[in-house]
T-cell receptor, first 112, second 112 residues
Framework: DSGVTQTPKHLITATGQRVTLRCSPR?????VYWYQQSLDQGLQFLIQ???????AKGNILERFSAQQFPDLHSELNLSSLELGDSALYFC???????????FGPGTRLTVL | GESVGLHLPTLSVQEGDNSIINCAYS??????FIWYKQESGKGPQFIID?????DKRQGQRVTVLLNKTVKHLSLQIAATQPGDSAVYFC???????????FGTGTRLKVLA
């Protein structure tokens, strides 16, 4: 158990819908990273937050957005969902000054 | 459930033999590298890391080798065990950035 929690574990929805994925980092970790893992690709970095502020942006679509709240949990919002958005979504957290990322168990999103 | 797709390169190794998993990285400015293990249905798990000022680092049963000249990273697993069966990813990060770039992964199968 990495100490990072993600909910829900599975999510099935339809095209055009909007979903919210939630991540709670390890206690004391200020940074949260979001990744997408599709069947035909490796882990793709989406976005990083540090203590509530966006710090780095990767290959995140405009239909996707994220935020980190004062209690440091983070949410990834995916809207106007397409079939190609079906994937595993992971979040990871790190401690200040530490490079090691601890990953959550992931949310499997299926868009029908 | 599966964690990654069907098109990963696969390395099959007899139990007890040594495994070598290779990774070519892309950015010559990358100065920090990590190997992750991802078991089916789980998030990636940190194995070992190395900074660019080193060319070798050893952990418990694992060794990472870094060749900056050809931008190549390898993970050696000694006395491979059935529990080592998983997908292995390398990741790179450049100094001054917060973005981790993951390789596509290699599936390790340990044969009894």
């Amino acid at each position: 158990d990495s100490g990072v929690t993600q909910t829900p574990k599975h999510l099935i929805t339809a095209t055009g819908q909007r979903v919210t994925l939630r991540c709670s980092p390890r206690s004391g970790d200020l940074s949260v990273y979001w990744y997408q893992q599709s069947l035909d690709q490796g882990l793709q970095f989406l976005i990083q937050y540090y203590n509530g502020e966006e710090r780095a942006k990767g290959n995140i679509l405009e239909r996707f957005s994220a935020q980190q709240f004062p209690d440091l949990h983070s949410e990834l919002n995916l809207s106007s969902l397409e079939l190609g958005d079906s994937a595993l979504y992971f979040c990871a957290s790190t401690r200040e000054g530490d490079n090691e990322q601890f990953f959550g168990p992931g949310t499997r999103l299926t868009v029908l | 459930g599966e964690s990654v797709g069907l098109h990963l390169p696969t390395l099959s190794v007899q139990e007890g033999d040594n495994s070598i998993i290779n990774c070519a990285y892309s950015n010559s400015a990358s100065d920090y590298f990590i190997w992750y293990k991802q078991e089916s249905g789980k998030g990636p798990q940190f194995i070992i890391d190395i900074r660019s000022n080193m060319d070798k680092r050893q952990g418990q049963r694992v060794t990472v080798l870094l060749n900056k000249t050809v931008k190549h990273l390898s993970l050696q697993i000694a006395a491979t065990q059935p529990g080592d069966s998983a997908v292995y990813f390398c990741a790179e990060k450049a100094s001054g950035t917060y973005k981790y770039i993951f390789g596509t992964g290699t599936r390790l199968k340990v044969l009894a």
